[in-house]
């Protein structure tokens, strides 16, 4: 079958703190050398239109990115290769420093990576961050085109996305995220305006990408308790259009690491390796960073040698260490340490024959790095927080002989899909060491059926997989915009819906009661319908359908209704009264002894916020916060409940969290607005059909009626239904047009 191809109308703008080449000027001549790290080649097979992408952009790739070359040095220059066109970003020498070196790697960095001890919060590194987005986005004033879709990366770039929005609001815009996204109580470190101001900036994008789903609850999380937006299904929805929060694993060039097995100078490596160390090679390679859990990497290993003394001489710890940041003070002390630390295990455990490690300081070639991964025997890999780490990856698609054995922290995001490793806790110097000892001892079947199932995943989702899956989620998203819209009824819809309930013999009505046949009240028992509504009501329901469909108690709405000649739904389709038979139902899905623990929840939140109240119904609870002393305050406390009710409930509960207006509720699963009205539905043969609604709740009921149903909603906030009305006054105005219409029909 052939593959098909999506071809975006306009072209791709790529933009990261850096290029993806350097820039290096001979005389007059400007020479480009690409870098190949794992996002360049990703971004290459969109560029190059490979059969591993199934996304084709128009043009090159434009990248928009800092340079530390100076604007006099690239002044006329053509920044572009086969693959890229550069759009360089100057950012002073002074400001780069607060924004990158500050904000970024001395503020974010740290906290992201769950050491908040470390992180610096200083006024002017904020004002350099808001400074350097601002000359990106500058930057991309001059190159956004119509149709471009634009594709932001990691945390240097927070604000960029909303700077976007704001200017060019119909471009498709994406996000992802490189690093581990912090737990809240971790990310409320920064202060209120910065914290507001980052989340902000992100929900500027149509889809936001995290490598795991941990760190999309995460952000999620932060969303609601810093800006109050929940979500549906990982969609938050803001005022007038929804962003994708979703996890996206970035993954390797599978193949590129496979194949090399095989090439000379890796085979030639390889053998070299393996005759001048001893009969075990045990094997790691990362950059200098406290996040990287070096140095309890050696302590596991000290631990092994201890605990393992008949292993001493039969095998070798080769450790690398990338320089990174080695002009800092921090990271100075920190290779000190492990300088130190290295020379004194050696010294304690080596021979004249044999060094238990071996260690280096220094960057590696690739086919290096493929030599040491394909000789070694084990693989350890051991970040104390990691968002992703594609070294596990690398060594595990390079093993092309079914051989080694991963030992990899439970701190790295990879774990969640590399679960036929070794999976250990990185501060745990004993279970590394046992998790050592095993992987030495493991048999070569095992160490084949492990590598060859995690061989399988990788290879099913590669980076170009992870492009795809990308693009594939923003092209989604502009199809689920495209579905919430804001229409208001125009007087030719009121000429349509006119001449449609005019020619039809069969009518139903669904109208939610509060908010939309009566206004929402401070206090829900004054929201009482109003004469007027009640006689229009009454007159459409003489010759007509009309079924009334609220989260209220039956009798609230017995009450207010009175002998309106009506179907009633209450509690959200739990309980049905019919006009013919006028006697309530329950829907027969309703189970029950669910309460008592949900009850007790919503009672603390009760005593954590004056003025709130529980409301128990037949078959559901309901926590009010309308009437709530402090309304800043009350809001805090219900996006705290929500997520602490969505903690506790677990899928065999079959609970659900209905986020109202001013109440969050929790009731069965089994049924809801949407169901109550497919009920009637199918007991009639209607050819008109209209359902109103302002709530949330609401639009179950409008996504489970036919596409010829006009379908309304009151108020502006995005919506499935297919037009809407301003306000509850509207919804008078609206009912009277058709009953005039009807008059003028007879």
């Not at 795991?212 to 609850?217: A, I, L, Q």
């Not at 393996?274 to 200098?288: G, P, Q, T």
């Not at 125009?490 to 139903?508: H, L, P, V, Y």
């Amino acid at each position: 079958m052939e593959k098909s191809t999506t071809t975006p109308k306009g072209r791709l703008i790529l933009v990261a703190y850096r290029l993806p080449f350097k820039i290096k000027k001979e005389g007059d001549t400007i020479n480009l050398f690409q870098n190949s790290g794992g996002l360049v080649s990703a971004v290459l097979s969109l560029a190059q239109g490979r059969e591993s992408t199934n996304i084709q952009f128009h043009s090159k790739i434009q990248w928009v990115g800092y340079t530390d070359n100076t604007r006099e040095e690239l002044e006329g220059q053509e920044l572009e290769n086969e693959n890229f066109k550069a759009h360089p970003v100057f950012i002073p020498d002074d400001l780069n420093n607060d924004y990158y070196e500050g904000f970024c790697n001395d503020l974010l960095w740290p906290l992201c990576h769950y050491f908040p001890s470390l992180a610096k919060f200083e006024d002017r590194y904020w004002e350099a961050y808001k400074e350097a987005n601002m000359l990106f986005f500058e930057k991309l004033c001059d190159t956004i085109q119509p149709d471009d879709t634009i594709w932001i990366h990691d945390y240097q770039l927070m604000l960029l996305p909303d700077l976007i929005r704001q200017r060019f609001p119909n471009n498709k815009i994406g996000y992802f995220f490189h690093i581990p996204f912090p737990s809240f109580e971790i990310f409320r470190l920064l202060p209120r305006r910065w914290r507001e101001a980052l989340v902000d900036g992100l929900l500027g994008a149509d889809v936001v990408g995290f490598h795991t789903n941990d760190y999309v609850e995460s952000f999620l999380k932060a969303v609601r308790m810093i800006l109050g937006y929940g979500n549906k299904m990982h969609y938050v929805h803001l005022n007038n259009r929804i962003v994708k929060i979703d996890s996206f694993p970035i993954s390797i060039d599978y193949a590129k690491f496979h194949e090399a097995f095989d090439d000379p100078e890796v085979t030639q490596i390889r053998a070299d390796a393996r005759n001048s160390l001893k009969e075990k090679i045990i094997f790691s390679v990362d950059r200098l960073d406290y996040s990287k859990g070096l140095l309890h990497r050696l302590h596991g290993y000290e631990r092994f040698l201890e605990t393992c003394p008949d292993w001493h001489a039969k095998v070798s710890f080769v450790m690398v260490v990338v320089p990174s940041r080695d002009t800092i003070e921090q990271y100075q002390q920190m290779k000190s340490e492990i300088d130190q630390t290295v020379g004194r295990i050696n010294a304690m455990y080596g021979r004249i024959d044999w060094q238990p490690i071996i260690y280096q300081y220094r960057s590696m070639p690739f086919e290096e790095l493929v030599g040491m991964y394909t000789v070694s025997d084990v693989a350890l890999i051991t970040p104390v927080r990691d968002g992703m780490n594609l070294v596990c990856k690398e060594y595990v698609a390079s093993r092309k002989d079914l051989r080694g054995v991963l030992i990899l922290s439970e701190m790295a995001g990879a774990a969640a899909e590399l679960g036929e490793a070794c999976i250990i806790n990185p501060t745990d110097n004993l279970e590394i060491a046992t998790a050592i000892r095993n992987a030495l001892e493991m048999p070569v079947e095992e160490q084949a059926k492990r590598i060859k199932a995690m061989q399988n995943r990788l290879s099913a989702y590669d980076v170009f997989t992870w492009t795809n899956d990308f693009f594939t989620q923003m092209t989604m998203m502009e199809q689920e915009q495209n579905k919430l819209r804001q229409n208001f009824i125009t007087q030719q819809d009121m000429k349509e819906i006119s001449n449609s309930f005019n020619g039809a013999s069969n009518r139903i009505f669904f109208f939610d009661y509060d908010g939309t046949l009566v206004s929402i009240m401070r206090e829900p028992s004054d929201a009482v319908i109003s004469d007027e509504m009640k006689e229009l009501v009454n007159e459409l329901a003489k010759s007509n359908t009309v079924v009334v469909i609220s989260g209220r108690d039956k009798a609230f709405l017995e009450n207010v209704l009175g002998n309106l000649p009506v179907h009633v739904v209450a509690e959200h389709g739990a309980l049905v009264k019919t006009r013919e038979s006028g006697q309530w139902h329950l829907n027969e899905s309703y189970e029950d002894g669910w309460k008592e623990n949900i009850r007790s929840i919503l009672d603390l939140y009760v005593q954590r916020c004056p003025g709130a109240f529980v409301e128990e119904k037949e078959t559901s609870l309901a926590w009010h916060f309308r009437t709530a002393d402090d309304q800043l305050y009350a809001q805090r406390r219900a996006q705290e409940l929500t997520w602490q009710l969505k903690s506790f409930i677990q899928p065999e509960m079959h609970l659900q969290i209905i986020e109202g207006n001013m109440v969050i509720e929790v009731k069965k699963t089994a049924f809801n607005k949407g169901t109550a009205a497919r009920m009637f539905l199918d007991k009639g043969d209607y050819d008109f059909i209209m359902a109103m609604g302002d709530d949330t709740t609401d639009e179950d009921m409008f996504e489970a009626l036919p596409e010829t149903a006009y379908t309304i909603k009151v108020g502006d906030a995005l919506s499935v239904a297919r037009k809407h009305i301003r306000n509850q006054m509207e919804v008078i105005d609206l009912l009277k047009s058709i009953r005039d219409g009807q008059t003028i029909a007879r």
